[in-house]
């Protein structure tokens, strides 16, 4: 059984590079919505690309991890978790794609990225990871930010602001899918490195995303320059240094803190959304961004 996630380690300088490593690949994936946008195939397919572009990077990182003097074997019982890791986050790729075509991304990204709340309470029940006060307090405020940016767009979808109940819950499921990414990749921590999780998850996500593509009928090739330089981002920027990032930083950090700093990309992808596509905040989602900023500094400080 892991060691319960209370208290995130001193102020020292590794602790610093991990906590800097997991807010840069949380910030790599806040762009995924506006590449996947971007991209001329389906949802699945886009999925499948992100994959594929990331693999080759991830398999010289697990290269160059095995160089590593002392590098340990992986102890028994890690191939599962990673197994499940894949298939997790490939239906939260899935999910989060296909809200994208329902709804703004600043909805299914703020609504994708509640998965704090299940995996707070997931590795509560399931790995004895009980949270602190100072955890919870800043779980509440990251989801209360959350909330103050999402339900102007909610409430005003009758009125012809974009965004659909169907879009939205389809982002709730990939938050949930998330939530069991994370959890799964905790466990494997304990068992073997994170480049290793990285290339074996993510193979299994593209396999998962190509059949799921297929039966869906999407088109799987880009069509255009755009479409193929938007799923090169999504595999190398979002996927191979932003989930990469946030793997290795797994191992340092407990699921349930480690989760809470995953909100950042809502609000990456709310400025990205409003200096791209032209969504542009109201104040109430404004000051949802300062209480998002302010659970990651509770967050820091442990």
């Not at 255009?224 to 996927?239: D, K, M, R």
Request: overall charge positive.
């Amino acid at each position: 059984m892991s060691a319960p996630a209370t208290v995130l380690p001193a102020p020292t300088a590794p602790a610093l590079a991990m906590f800097l490593a997991l807010l840069t690949g949380a910030t790599c994936i806040g762009f995924s919505g506006v590449f996947v946008r971007f991209a001329d195939v389906g949802p699945a397919a886009a999925g499948f690309w992100r994959m594929i572009f990331a693999l080759p990077v991830l398999g010289l990182w697990m290269g160059l991890e095995r160089r590593r003097p002392g590098h340990p074997a992986a102890s028994g019982g890690a191939m599962l978790p990673i197994v499940l890791a894949g298939l997790a986050f490939g239906v939260d790729v899935v999910l989060y794609n296909a809200a994208l075509g329902f709804t703004t991304i600043a909805n299914a990204s703020l609504l994708g990225n509640l998965s704090p709340v299940a995996v707070v309470l997931g590795g509560w029940l399931l790995f004895a990871e009980r949270p602190s006060r100072r955890i919870l307090g800043a779980l509440a405020l990251a989801i209360g930010g959350a909330l103050m940016l999402v339900l102007p767009k909610i409430a005003g979808a009758s009125s012809g602001i974009p965004g659909s109940l169907f879009g939205d819950s389809l982002a709730v499921g990939a938050a949930l899918s998330y939530a069991a990414y994370i959890m799964a990749v905790r466990r494997a921590r304990d068992r073997a490195e994170a480049g290793r999780i990285s290339l074996i998850a993510s193979a299994i996500c593209a396999v998962f995303c190509l059949v799921a593509a297929l039966a869906l009928g999407e088109a799987i090739l880009p069509s255009s320059l755009q479409g193929w330089l938007a799923v090169i981002a999504l595999g190398l920027v979002s996927h191979a240094l932003g989930q990469g990032l946030i793997t290795l930083s797994l191992g340092q950090y407990g699921a349930s803190a480690a989760s809470l700093v995953m909100v950042w990309p809502a609000l990456v992808s709310v400025l990205a959304a409003w200096a791209i596509f032209g969504e542009q905040p109201s104040p109430a989602q404004a000051f949802g961004g300062i209480a998002i900023l302010a659970a990651v500094l509770m967050v820091r400080k442990g």
